[in-house]
């Protein structure tokens, strides 16, 4: 060996060679991470925080997005259809206060509740409409329409207002389009603003930036708009600013579309469709063809031969008037040919291939292929329910973020007003509802039915599940958007009515508690007396 060169040696004292595969090992020990592989060598994108990856593209993301939703059939069925199964025609109150922590027995929770549940459908469903800021909606339609920025925008916005106006309640929410929320005068974010949001040094939100006119309105002065700065709550804790959304990353301060990862599928979709459709209206227009024997050539050289032949066509055309039963025997020229060329559009594969797209479309969405395409011609009761309950998981999911974060604010807010007004009263010895409002908030929000596939088998199941102490009366109501409380006095009044007019009592009403004439209960079975 040269001298200055060193070698590892091995245990024989001989320099050791250099292993077969060395020379062709990986230079990344992970193969997502190669730099050299050609299927993804070339890929190479930008290492990004949420906010960075966010801010400066959402405005195209939104405009696109809020294109798409107007003008794709596909993109407008499936939001409303998010819409309809997580809000459907609003949500029902069922009021449970923790009753353990307040200190009070079992009747004070059920009495307390049914308080506020009445005060609550007053200031709710008021057909005055109070409870929205511009009186446009109900609590219902104001539930509605943050859901749908919620599942086109990913976020929904809106500042709770004050305003007496003759209602009970001068609490009210306005709804403000996201648009609106942005840094005043198109300022470049900030460690402590980004998009709109004004962020405290542990990155919590203290305050947001609106701007009194939407970037697209075009009445006069809407581009000389202001940014109006407002509190996230005030000094003691109620609520202004509700900004729903469910960041994807640590650090997200406002995030994109849900649509954003298949945008470009459903335009891709929309185009394939539209150039079908124009091909098959082509093939529609163009059916059918008359071949005259003549050619190019001949009618240029002989117009005395072709005048001779349209004398020919006019004698034909008056001798076509021979019918069979009404029908008319058309009859051509002769030389004359007539076809029906066969029409090759829209595409055989077009059907699979649309089918595909919409299945990718409709799990990014949260949908079933069959609730987007509505297309149920392959579906089974195995399919559908499976589908069914996946979906229903999702909505569930996202009510359940929906009503912690969009709802909930707002209920805070009024019921602190009921408080203020005398309405509702802290039972003695019990703390404020300013010192522990999450005592006096419990509650379950009852949404739209699941629904069923097979309404015999839905309901044996549910009764087992009960008889088998895996599921309760309440549990199995609400799923179906009913109230149980309601469910049980509804059934107790229709037996008693039953029996003031001598009617046979069904098996479903069987033990049912009755109303005794002292107020306290009775379980009378069919045929007892009444002594």
């Known amino acids: 060996m040269p001298r200055g060169l060193s070698s590892i040696i091995d245990k024989h004292g001989q320099p050791m060679r250099a292993s077969a595969s060395a020379s062709t090992a990986p230079l990344s020990a992970y193969l997502a991470a190669s730099a050299t592989d050609p299927s993804i060598a070339a890929w190479q994108p930008r290492l990004e925080s949420a906010d960075s990856a966010n801010s400066y593209e959402?405005?195209?993301?939104?405009?696109?997005?809020?294109?798409?939703?107007?003008?794709?059939?596909?993109?407008?069925?499936?939001?409303?259809k998010l819409v309809d199964a997580a809000i459907g025609g609003g949500w029902r109150l069922s009021s449970k206060p923790d009753w353990f922590f307040l200190g009070q027995p079992r009747e004070w929770a059920q009495k307390f509740g049914d308080r506020v549940e009445s005060l609550w459908a007053i200031h709710a469903q008021d057909p005055r409409r109070y409870v929205d800021y511009e009186r446009k909606l109900d609590f219902a339609g104001l539930l509605a329409l943050k859901f749908r920025h919620r599942m086109t925008d990913g976020e929904s916005l809106s500042v709770m207002r004050w305003r007496e106006r003759g209602g009970m309640f001068a609490t009210c929410e306005q709804v403000i389009d996201p648009d609106r929320l942005s840094n005043p005068n198109w300022r470049s974010d900030t460690e402590f603003?980004?998009?709109?949001?004004e962020l405290d040094s542990d990155g919590a939100a203290i305050a947001y930036h609106i701007r009194s006119a939407h970037p697209g309105e075009t009445y006069r002065g809407?581009?000389?708009?202001?940014?109006?700065?407002?509190?996230r709550e005030t000094e003691w804790g109620r609520p202004i600013v509700i900004h729903h959304f469910?960041?994807?990353?640590?650090?997200?301060t406002r995030p994109v579309s849900p649509l954003a990862p298949v945008l470009a599928k459903f335009r891709m979709l929309n185009r394939y469709d539209t150039a079908e459709l124009q091909a098959a209206i082509l093939n529609a227009i163009f059916a059918a063809f008359l071949e005259s024997p003549f050619s190019g050539e001949?009618?240029?050289?002989?117009?005395d031969a072709v005048t001779q032949y349209q004398d020919l066509r006019e004698e034909t055309a008056k001798r076509t008037g021979l019918r069979v039963d009404g029908v008319r025997i058309n009859m051509l020229a002769p030389g004359e040919k007539f076809s029906m060329p066969q029409a090759t559009r829209p595409a055989v594969a077009f059907a699979a291939f649309e089918a595909a797209c919409i299945r990718n479309i409709a799990g990014a969405m949260g949908l079933s292929y069959e609730q987007l395409a509505m297309d149920w011609s392959k579906t089974n009761y195995s399919s559908a329910r499976a589908a069914l309950v996946e979906v229903w998981r999702f909505i569930a999911a996202r009510r359940q973020h929906f009503a912690s974060g969009a709802v909930m604010p707002h209920y805070m807010a009024w019921m602190e007003e009921a408080f203020d007004k005398g309405l509702l009263e802290a039972p003695p010895g019990a703390p404020s509802f300013e010192e522990a409002p999450f005592a006096y908030l419990g509650c379950q929000w009852i949404g739209p039915p699941r629904g069923?596939?097979?309404p015999v088998k839905e309901a044996q199941g549910a009764q087992l599940r009960m008889e088998s102490?895996?599921?309760?009366?309440e549990q199995e109501s609400a799923e179906?958007?009913?109230?149980?409380?309601?469910?049980?006095?509804?059934?107790a009044r229709e037996r008693r009515e039953m029996e003031a007019l001598g009617l046979p009592i069904p098996e479903w009403g069987q033990g049912i508690p009755l109303a005794s004439g002292d107020g306290g209960v009775s379980t009378a079975m069919p045929g007892a007396s009444d002594e």
């Open 298 to 303: 001949d009618i240029v050289n002989s117009m």
């Open 58 to 80: 959402r405005e195209r993301i939104s405009s696109r997005v809020h294109d798409l939703v107007r003008n794709d059939g596909w993109a407008s069925s499936g939001v409303q």
């Open 452 to 454: 069923w596939v097979d």
């Open 193 to 197: 603003l980004r998009g709109g949001v």
């Open 469 to 473: 102490a895996l599921s309760t009366l």
């Open 246 to 252: 469910e960041p994807s990353r640590a650090g997200e």
């Open 480 to 491: 179906q958007g009913l109230d149980y409380h309601e469910v049980l006095e509804q059934r």
């Open 222 to 231: 809407a581009q000389r708009a202001i940014w109006e700065p407002v509190e």
